[in-house]
C-alpha cells in the first residue's frame, strides 16, 4: 500500500512509475476486466459486464496517468523521456478504457 500512494504522489522514479505501474499492471488489470466483461457478456449479464468491466480498470488507468504524470515532473533526466512518459500513458490508458 505503500508503494501505490507513493505511485499516486509521484514519488517513484519515472522507469518504475511508466513500466511497472502503468504498462506491465495496467496491461494485465485491463486484461483481466476485460475477460470479465466478455464472460458476463457472453453470460447474457449487460450490467454487471459494465460495472465488472469499467468499475476498477477506469479509476485505475486514471490513476496511472496521474501517478506517471507527478513522476515524469520529478524526472530529472532529458525532457525528451518524462514528455514520452506522460504521452504514452496518458494514450494508452485512454485506448484500455476503451476496450
Known amino acids: 500500500m505503500r508503494t501505490l500512494r507513493a505511485f ?10 511508466f513500466w511497472t505501474w502503468t504498462v506491465m499492471i ?3 488489470l485491463n486484461l483481466s476486466t476485460t475477460i470479465a ?3 458476463l457478456i457472453s453470460l447474457d449479464r449487460p450490467w454487471l459486464a459494465v460495472v465488472a468491466g ?3 480498470s477506469v ?3 486514471i490513476m496511472a496517468v496521474i501517478g506517471t504524470w507527478r513522476s515524469a515532473e520529478r524526472y530529472q ?3 525528451i523521456h518524462a514528455d514520452l512518459g506522460r504521452g504514452t500513458s496518458v494514450m494508452l490508458m485512454a ?3 476503451m476496450v
Open 59 to 61: 479509476p485505475y488507468n
Open 26 to 28: 495496467g496491461l494485465a
Open 37 to 39: 466483461l466478455l464472460t
Open 77 to 79: 533526466g532529458p525532457d
Open 95 to 97: 485506448l484500455l478504457s
Open 8 to 17: 499516486w504522489r509521484g514519488d517513484l522514479p519515472l522507469t518504475e512509475a
Open 54 to 56: 469499467y468499475s476498477i
